[in-house]
């Protein structure tokens, strides 16, 4: 709460009052305002008597009066300053006390206030100040003047007068001026702070100007005894001296000011550099001590090693990771440590180049530990120079990868590796061969050579003994391969049971062929499979880098081709590639491919040829002969894809289009037709089907399926055929015999088979080959042969058929032989069911052997005009 100030009479002259000393001296308080106005009257005081007393002067005194104050002053504006002082040394204080002298402490009083005044305008902008020094100094100066002029003429009433006591004088009341104006100044400030005034504090900041003051003085008194002695004239030749010593002094000072100022800075920057040179060593130290306990404490392994590659310093855990003591490890070479297939790659690491300050690539290498296991590093190396040491050294960080190099081998291992044999797969071999077929193109004498290797039985014993026979088969070939092949050797499991083998370093063929026959000598050995033996063998296709390879594929290709070669030549063969069977394999698998197609898009078809009756010249029946018009080639021979289709297993397939297209027709045939009924065919399989063990249901369920009765089926196997398979064909052979199919043994005399052991056979009829009929007429011999077969055949009850009739005269001499069945090109061609059905409506038979003309000319073959068949 504010209570509003009662209005008095005295507030006018205040305000004005508190103005003026607003605006003078805010800073006074009231003691020092007091003081101030006090000494500014009693100066303002002296100066007015000061000037009053000098009017009665005469005018030349006056004019040195006028002069000497002027020149105090002038002085006053430059003051020398002295170096390392606060204050600084006015030379009008000479005038000063040479006005003193002269004229007495009024006019040194008016010198002492103008100097005065002069000195604060320049020091200070506050006119307080301005004021109050003058008056201060004006006060000095009369108390100091008068007792000096009052202890001289004292002096010289008692007649001690002399110039020294004089000088001494002056010299003593300067000081005593000094001392008087310094209290009076130094007043105003204490005041102003509410300070005592300290006296030693005063001495110790004023002794030095006193001393000047007492230096001016002195001089002032040495000119004014040259004064009385040589008149005014001194002070002109004074002045300048003075001027120029002065002048030359404060030059002097102030040049040592700036050297001092400059030294200053040196010693500055000199301390800042120590300082800062002493808190790097310390930054040093310290870093140091931060690097070796890093150092020493580092889970890593690590290690100094001079760039000759000795191990400088080691720390706990790479002597733990070599398990070696600390002195087994320092003063060694680092590479002795290494894995020598890994020298090199630390050799690089480790070339001296100084210059290189930042860490290379890291690198990993294998180390042998002192118990001999191999453990596996990554190394880091980086330059390293101490600060007092003048050659850099390498400072290397291994660390520990064991475990992930395990973790990954592993995992290479399971990623190229046939999981059961432990052999490359078949990704794996493939790289292996690309390299060795890059190596043999940058250098054409690293020959190699690839085996391809197939199991006869292998789907046999999987099939009949169960998959872990077959796994345990598989093992015990890769072994027995493994132990004929060299370490250099690559041996793969490409899938089931095909197996490769990558020679490298070839000598020549020759040793290929070598190593072919130690292994099938060595696979051909029986295998014990879950207390069975088991006979087995492999079929081995070789190629070799010369024919010239650009990738795996075609290498592996044409080894597959050789290996079907080698299994074509029987069991337990090699095969050597070459360039021809490449065409001849290739066009096979083209065939094979495109005779699957053919089956399942029905693209066969079936040519019927009959069979005569020769004694009544009618027709017996009809073989069924299947014909493919391939889309691209034409007509394709049953001689070219019939042994395709038996080496690729499409036969089955094969046979049982032509027994159900076939069954259907001599059922188409038989229908409505009762004189027809006992119509047959014949129809060719081979010894594969007959060996197949769901040949007879096939058979059987045809037969139904086409309400065709069985004993009308006769079923040709070629006697080379049933000679190879016998053993597992007679069983089939009786079955059939027993449900009533007829069969018959075609091609009769090429296979071989003695003539007596057709008794035992379960066939109903034989075939005469093609091959003795057309000779019958150029040799005896084989008219004996067709003889004996003849009669052998009717003796055993079996029906004898002639193939491939040409000629009359063949035709007769079979007749005359005895022989009672024919079919042949002179009778009729093969022809398609449509053109059976005229055959069989026109009842043709053979009736003469006289030339006839055959209306159709279908029936027969136009390179033998002239024989013919009668129409009825
Ligand atoms: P193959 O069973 O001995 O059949 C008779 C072959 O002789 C037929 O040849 C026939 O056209 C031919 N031929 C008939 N008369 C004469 C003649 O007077 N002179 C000459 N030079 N040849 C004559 P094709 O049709 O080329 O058949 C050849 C062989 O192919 C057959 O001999 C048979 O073993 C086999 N084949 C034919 N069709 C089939 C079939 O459907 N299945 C099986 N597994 N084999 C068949
Ligand atoms: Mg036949
Ligand atoms: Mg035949």
Redesign the pocket.
């Known amino acids: 709460m504010t209570v509003p100030a009662a209005p008095t009479l005295s507030s006018e002259p205040r305000a004005w009052w508190s103005r003026v000393h607003q605006a003078l001296m805010p800073d006074y308080n009231r003691k020092a305002t007091i003081y101030w106005w006090v000494m500014g009257f009693l100066g303002a005081a002296v100066l007015a008597v000061s000037i009053v007393r000098l009017a009665s002067r005469p005018p030349g005194e006056l004019v040195q009066i006028f002069v000497g104050c002027l020149v105090a002053m002038l002085a006053g504006i430059f003051p020398v300053r002295i170096p390392g002082a606060k204050n600084s040394f006015a030379a009008g204080e000479i005038f000063i006390f040479l006005l003193l002298l002269i004229h007495g402490p009024e006019a040194a009083a008016l010198a002492a206030a103008g100097e005065a005044f002069v000195g604060s305008a320049r020091s200070s902008k506050r006119w307080t100040s301005r004021l109050a020094s003058p008056a201060m100094a004006a006060i000095a100066m009369t108390l100091a003047g008068s007792s000096l002029l009052a202890g001289l003429g004292l002096l010289r009433a008692r007649g001690t007068y002399s110039e020294p006591m004089m000088v001494l004088g002056v010299m003593f009341f300067a000081i005593v001026y000094f001392l008087i104006n310094t209290v009076l100044v130094t007043l105003v400030i204490r005041l102003k702070r509410n300070e005592r005034l300290q006296l030693h504090e005063f001495f110790g900041n004023f002794g030095w100007v006193g001393t000047t003051y007492a230096a001016s003085s002195l001089i002032a008194a040495l000119l004014f005894l040259s004064f009385q002695e040589i008149g005014i004239g001194v002070m002109a030749a004074a002045v300048p001296i003075i001027a120029m010593l002065l002048t030359m002094l404060h030059y002097h000072f102030r040049q040592r000011e700036t050297d001092d100022a400059a030294q200053t800075v040196r010693v500055e920057a000199a301390e800042r550099e120590a300082e800062q040179a002493a808190r790097h060593v310390r930054e040093l130290q310290t870093s140091e001590q931060r690097f070796h306990s890093a150092f020493s404490h580092a889970a890593i392994g690590m290690a100094l090693v001079s760039t000759d590659g000795r191990v400088l310093q080691v720390n706990a855990a790479l002597c733990n990771l070599l398990g070696l003591p600390e002195d087994s490890v320092i003063g060694h070479a680092f590479s002795e440590f290494v894995h020598p297939d890994d020298a090199r790659a630390l050799a690089g690491h480790l070339l001296p180049e100084p210059s290189q300050e930042i860490a290379g690539p890291a690198v990993e290498m294998r180390c042998a530990n002192a118990s001999g296991d191999e453990v596996w590093i990554q190394l880091h190396s980086g330059y390293f120079s101490e600060h007092d040491s003048s050659a850099p050294c390498l400072i290397l960080q291994a660390q520990d990868i064991t475990a992930r190099r395990t973790a990954e081998s592993r995992l290479h291992h399971i990623a190229y590796h046939d999981a059961l044999t432990s052999l490359a797969n078949r990704m794996r071999f493939g790289e292996r061969l690309a390299q060795a077929i890059e190596r043999r193109h940058a250098d054409p004498t690293k020959h190699f050579a690839v085996m391809y290797l197939d199991f006869y039985r292998f789907k046999l014993i999987n099939d009949t003994l169960g998959h872990s026979a077959g796994d345990q088969f598989l093992v015990k070939v890769a072994q027995r391969i493994q132990h004929q092949v060299r370490p250099c050797d690559t041996v793969g499991r490409l899938g089931g049971d095909e197996f490769a083998i990558l020679i490298e370093d070839m000598d020549d063929v020759q040793m290929a062929v070598a190593m072919a026959e130690r292994l099938q000598e060595s696979l051909r050995r029986p295998y014990l499979l879950d207390d069975t033996e088991v006979d087995s063998s492999a079929s081995i296709g070789i190629t070799f880098s010369s024919i010239g390879y650009d990738t795996p594929g075609e290498v592996l290709r044409d080894a597959d081709i050789a290996m079907y070669r080698a299994k074509a030549g029987g069991r337990a063969r090699y095969a050597l590639f070459d360039a021809s069977l490449r065409a001849e394999i290739a066009d096979q698998v083209r065939l094979e491919r495109d005779l699957r197609r053919a089956i399942e898009r029905d693209e066969l078809s079936?040519?019927y040829?009959p069979i005569y009756d020769l004694a009544t010249g009618r027709i017996d029946c009809f073989?069924?002969?299947?014909?493919w018009n391939h889309p691209e080639r034409g007509p394709i021979?049953?001689?070219t894809f019939?042994p395709i289709?038996e080496d690729s297993g499409v036969?089955g397939a094969?046979?049982e289009w032509?027994l159900t297209h076939?069954c259907r027709q001599l059922s188409a045939w038989h229908e409505g037709q009762p004189s027809r009924s006992r119509l047959r065919l014949?129809?060719?399989?081979?010894g594969i089907?007959m060996c197949r063990a769901n040949f007879i249901s096939q058979v059987a369920t045809t037969l139904l399926s086409n309400g065709v009765e069985p004993s009308l089926l006769t079923l040709?196997i070629?006697e080379s055929m049933l000679m190879k398979r016998l053993d597992s064909a007679l069983e089939n052979m009786n079955r059939l015999r027993k449900i009533g199919v007829g069969l018959s043994v075609?091609?009769f005399g090429t296979g071989y088979s003695s003539l007596s052991y057709l008794s035992t056979l379960p066939i109903t009829s034989l075939?005469i080959?093609?091959s003795f009929v057309?000779r019958l007429q150029n040799e005896s011999r084989n008219g004996e042969v067709v003889k004996a077969i003849v009669t052998l055949g009717v003796a055993l009850g079996k029906t004898v058929i002639a193939?491939?009739?040409?000629t009359p005269a063949e035709l007769n001499q079979l007749r005359a032989l005895g022989c009672g069945f024919g079919?042949?090109?002179?009778?009729a061609?093969?022809v398609t069911a449509d053109m059976c059905e005229v055959l069989l409506q026109g009842e043709h038979h053979i009736a003469t052997l006289e030339a006839a003309s055959d209306p159709t000319g279908l029936l027969n073959?136009a390179d033998h005009p002239g024989w013919s068949v009668t129409h009825h």
């Open positions: 079936l040519n040829q073989e069924a002969l299947v014909r021979p049953p001689a019939i289709a036969i094969l046979t032509v076939a014949h129809v060719n399989v081979s089907d040709e070629t075609d091609d075939k080959d093609r057309q193939e491939g009739i040409e079919q042949g090109y002179l009778l061609r093969p073959a």
